[in-house]
């Protein structure tokens, strides 16, 4: 099962990584989205992400030109998904959004493309069985920033065959990613262990223990972590990180996974992090 032709569904943060990413390595790619302003936002930060990449001499000019000749944008979902090898969905992270997507997909793709979703926290077993094809339904989760970070991970669901498993994880080497292949449970392994943390830290801020200066401070020299949680928290997005805390908490039902009051206030209120602007931290936005 070869993959050759990848479209990938969602030109934000991590669709136009992945569609950056696939293109470096030679692979032909549409990127699709609904509207024609979030394909060019998602062009525009892959060619800075490219220029950024001939800057550090990691990429030279031509590599450059060349990847970007290898992506054609669309707001036909149809275009991209008749000649493609594998879909990849990086929609927003809700799962009615996806479960139509990809019935959408399963009805437009030749049957033997593979359907993949970048989902950070949602079942793939859900989403597989509203297709005809649940053992071509995978997970295939990147890190953000997906040209930078070398994780992927891979999520087997119920009915996923071990020819897709092979054939995605032989993309992720390809990609020069590192493939971990886990079980389909919320959270998966990444997310599981990561957003309680930071859930944990936020907490910490509504309880008075300290400052998101102090905590993260604590968390980045105390730990060695490369950003602290709550640092990271306005990275990821604060709306992002309370979905997959809901998901954790309704598949799971331990109360552990309860989100923080103050990340649901937050939310509420608009202060999402730093595409917002405003989050544990105030950013600037240009």
Known sequence: MSISAIT????????NG????????????TLHDIRREFLDRGMATITG????????????????????????????????????DLVVEAATEHLETKLELFRQLDRLCPE???????TSSISITTI??????????????????VPVMKLVEIIRGLATSDATCQA??????????????????????????????????????MEGVATPEAIDTVMKLGMAHPMG??????????DV?????????????????????????????GHLGKKSGRGFYQYTTA
């Not at 001939?54 to 944008?73: D, F, H, N, S, Y």
């Not at 949680?229 to 604060?238: Q, T």
């Not at 990180?241 to 989100?259: F, P, Q, S, T």
């Open 128 to 145: 597989g069985a509203v297709t005809k094809r649940p053992d071509r339904v995978i997970g295939m989760h990147f890190m953000n920033p």
């Open 229 to 238: 949680p709550l640092a990271l928290a306005d990275f990821i997005g604060l």
């Open 49 to 84: 992400n490219l220029d950024r990449q001939v800057k550090k001499g990691v990429l030279t000019p031509e590599a450059k030109a060349a990847t970007l000749g290898r992506i054609r944008t669309s707001l036909d979902l149809s275009e991209g998904a008749t000649g493609a």
């Open 8 to 15: 990938v569904i969602g030109a934000g943060t991590m669709g």
């Open 112 to 118: 033997q493309t593979i359907l993949a979703s970048n």
């Open 241 to 269: 990180c309370l979905a997959i805390m809901n998901v954790l908490h309704d598949g799971l039902g331990d109360a552990k996974y309860r989100a923080c009051p103050l990340l649901k206030k937050m939310v509420a209120a």
């Open 18 to 29: 992945i569609a950056h990413v696939c293109a470096q390595y030679g692979h032909a790619v």
């Open 168 to 205: 995605v994880h032989a993309l992720s080497v390809k990609l020069e990613k590192v493939p971990v292949e886990v079980n389909d449970f919320p959270g998966f392994v990444s997310n599981r262990i990561l957003m309680p943390m930071i859930n944990e830290a936020i907490y910490c801020v």
